[in-house]
């Protein structure tokens, strides 16, 4: 079956870094689009950054977090990265990561499968 399992989460201060992993199996992972969705407590899952399926995809990013984080991809490994930098406090949150066979993987709804989150705690 298909399991995305996030790792690299933690406890960081104010304008520290943290880099989020993805790594896929049981999928195709050259025809996924692969995104990074947060969710704080009392809020909605929102998206932060997608990259299309080639190993030089398009990426995009939610503007609260556009010049700060970066998504990355290595098809080879079937894995899929976020480098956080300049992490603030409005970014703790659980960080999931998303798989959207051909599509942008930007949009919650159209998503096929989800990771089981990592916890990204940033403190002042």
């Known amino acids: 079956q298909v399991q995305l399992v996030e790792s690299g989460g933690g406890l960081v201060q104010a304008g520290g870094s943290l880099r989020l992993s993805c790594a896929a199996s049981?999928?195709?992972?050259?025809?996924?689009?692969m995104g990074w969705f947060r969710q704080a407590p009392g809020k909605e899952r929102e998206f932060v950054a997608a990259i299309t399926w080639s190993s030089n995809g398009s990426t995009y990013y939610a503007d609260s977090v556009k010049g700060r984080f970066t998504i990355s991809r290595d098809n080879a490994k079937s894995t899929v990265y976020l480098q956080m930098n300049s992490l603030k406090p409005e970014d703790t949150a659980v960080y999931f990561c998303a798989a959207d066979r051909w599509r942008q993987a930007s949009q919650s709804g159209s998503i096929d499968y989800w990771g089981q989150g990592t916890q990204v705690t940033v403190s002042s």
């Open positions: 049981g999928l195709t992972f050259t025809q996924y689009g």
